[in-house]
């Protein structure tokens, strides 16, 4: 499978990442071993980001902590029938009002949802650097 540039997708390969799915994100524990949890993902190519809100407590938010300043290694993928889709990259915890805000809304506007108010809520932004799959 060639790979695809993150911030220049494919108008289906985009498109894919619009519609309503279910992803995953696959974080490293600090023993290394994967942790892979099912999340919401909203793809942003013209800022290069991925994002993914979470409660700052979660595992998915320590693991990427706990590489450190300069971010952790993660992928996010989402699947549907044969049409598949992976986007990596490195990924940072991000408790800024406005980042979360804005990661608020491109959710509700994907899933069609407004999340409850989490005051604990930060968003992992992932700066892609691969972007794979066959949508």
């Given at each position: 499978?060639?790979?695809?540039?993150?911030?220049?997708?494919?108008?289906?390969?985009?498109?894919?990442?619009?519609?309503?799915?279910?992803?995953?994100?696959?974080t490293?524990?600090?023993?290394?071993?994967?942790?892979?949890?099912?999340?919401?993902?909203?793809?942003?190519?013209?800022?290069?980001?991925?994002?993914?809100?979470?409660?700052?407590?979660?595992?998915?938010?320590?693991?990427?902590?706990?590489?450190?300043p300069?971010?952790?290694?993660?992928?996010?993928?989402?699947?549907?029938?044969?049409?598949?889709?992976?986007?990596?990259?490195?990924?940072?915890?991000?408790?800024?009002?406005?980042?979360?805000?804005?990661?608020?809304?491109?959710?509700?506007?994907?899933?069609?949802?407004?999340?409850?108010?989490?005051?604990?809520?930060?968003?992992?932004?992932?700066?892609?650097?691969?972007?794979?799959?066959?949508?």
């Amino acid at each position: 499978m060639p790979r695809r540039d993150p911030r220049s997708p494919e108008p289906g390969f985009l498109e894919f990442w619009r519609e309503y799915h279910l992803c995953t994100l696959t974080t490293t524990r600090p023993d290394g071993s994967p942790h892979v949890v099912p999340v919401g993902v909203t793809y942003d190519p013209e800022a290069g980001l991925a994002r993914v809100i979470t409660n700052t407590h979660s595992r998915k938010a320590a693991n990427v902590r706990a590489a450190g300043p300069s971010g952790a290694r993660v992928a996010v993928c989402q699947a549907h029938r044969a049409r598949w889709a992976t986007l990596e990259g490195v990924a940072t915890v991000s408790a800024d009002p406005e980042r979360v805000a804005d990661a608020v809304r491109r959710y509700t506007e994907r899933y069609d949802r407004t999340p409850a108010f989490n005051p604990d809520r930060v968003v992992i932004e992932i700066a892609l650097t691969r972007a794979m799959g066959n949508a």
